[in-house]
């Protein structure tokens, strides 16, 4: 069965970095869109950046230019840095797969990498 399984998170100081992978396996995975999602506790998940299979990317508003999607299709991996990281961006951060549709409707989830931002 598909398996999208995340990497990279960890604990790092306000103003640091973090690159984030999620390799998929089981998948033809060059048409599939990718997106990154987050949900911290108590609030509600919400979209982090996303890529089309052509390589189109939108992100969050509250990204403000600090994060970057990319993807290898080579490997079956998408990526996500983040720069600048700020406490608000504690979360777990998890990938999703999908054909089409909204993503939060895709058809695969990993399980999730946390994040932790603090001093």
């Known amino acids: 069965q598909v398996q999208l399984v995340e990497s990279g998170g960890g604990l790092v100081r306000p103003g640091g970095s973090l690159r984030l992978s999620c390799a998929a396996s089981?998948?033809?995975?060059?048409?599939?869109?990718m997106a990154w999602y987050r949900q911290a506790p108590g609030k509600q998940r919400e979209l982090v950046a996303h890529?089309?299979?052509?390589?189109?990317?939108n992100y969050g508003d509250f990204v403000k230019g600090r994060f970057t999607i990319s993807r290898d299709n080579r490997k079956n991996t998408v990526f996500l840095a983040m720069n600048n990281l700020e406490p608000g961006d504690t979360a777990i951060y998890s990938c999703?797969?999908?054909?089409?549709?909204?993503?939060?409707?895709?058809?695969?989830w990993g399980q999730g990498t946390q994040v932790t931002v603090s001093s």
């Open positions: 890529i089309t299979k052509g390589g189109s990317t």
């Open positions: 999703s797969a999908g054909l089409g549709g909204a993503p939060d409707d895709y058809e695969y």
């Open positions: 089981r998948i033809m995975f060059s048409i599939f869109n």
